[in-house]
């Protein structure tokens, strides 16, 4: 015979309190895993945003740069994402600079305002800002407009003086000829010694190159060798 159970005594806990302690155990499990997925979809999404492309410039053989929305790249993202990411090579830069140098130096009493403004879109911010102020202060695009003459440039040189990776100091040599638009005669002819510095600035629809002209000075010659105006040292830019 087994040993005598008192009376009244149970063998196990009453089936209602075994549920209730696995429908807890169950409910922290879940409570658990979402947890562990909440988590992880936060790092997902944290991993998105910190790995979002760059923007996308396309560069032609001649250096101009375009830029491209990323939502109308397509393949060309794969194709040109290594170029983007580089510094601006120096075909890049001298095509920005004679650009620049053909708005601000080639003159039109027509259209130069037009020029003016894409010369300005090629500054940086602060430098455009004060070129701006003195060009209204000195009245400029309306001087241009009442000569009533064109004046075209041609390169002679351009060399890049120094170049950081931040940062290019350039020379430029212009030849410029100032003709009359309503007679057609030639006014004069001089030659342009221009000093540019060059920040290398994020690549944007604004500065598609990853270029921008912090500052520029320059010093005019009549092709006699008779010096007819000079800019001065300081960043103020020089009129054309």
Same mark, same amino acid.
């Given at each position: 015979m087994g040993p005598h159970r008192p009376s009244g005594s149970? !063998?196990?806990?009453p089936p209602a309190v075994w549920a209730a302690m696995a429908r807890q155990a169950q409910w922290k499990s879940w409570a658990l895993v979402?947890?562990?997925a909440l988590c992880a979809l936060q790092g997902l999404v944290v991993l998105k945003l910190a790995r979002k492309e760059p923007d996308i410039v396309l560069i032609a053989p001649d250096g101009r740069s375009t830029y491209v929305n990323r939502s109308l790249a397509g393949d060309a993202l794969v194709r040109f994402l290594e170029e983007q990411r580089q510094l601006p090579s120096d075909v890049t830069v001298f095509h920005f600079t004679k650009d620049f140098l053909q708005h601000f130096f080639a003159t039109d009493s027509v259209s130069? *305002?037009?020029s003016f403004r894409e010369a300005l879109g090629m500054l940086s911010a602060g430098f455009r800002e004060r070129v701006t102020k003195e060009a209204a202060a000195t009245k !400029?695009? *309306?001087?241009?407009?009442?000569?009533?003459t064109r004046a075209t440039v041609s390169l002679e040189s351009l060399d890049i003086v120094e170049r950081t990776r931040d940062a290019l100091h350039l020379r430029a040599v212009l030849q410029r000829r100032t003709e009359s638009l309503s007679e057609g005669t030639l006014v004069s002819v001089d030659r342009l010694a221009v000093e540019l510095y060059e920040s290398i600035v994020p690549r944007s629809a604004g500065h598609p190159d990853g270029l921008a002209v912090g500052q520029f000075t320059s010093r005019a010659e009549r092709v006699d060798g008779a010096a007819v105006s000079a800019s001065p040292q300081e960043p103020p830019p020089h009129a054309p």
């Open positions: 149970t !063998l196990a806990s979402l947890a562990f130069y *305002e037009g !400029l695009l *309306e001087s241009v407009r009442a000569s009533h």
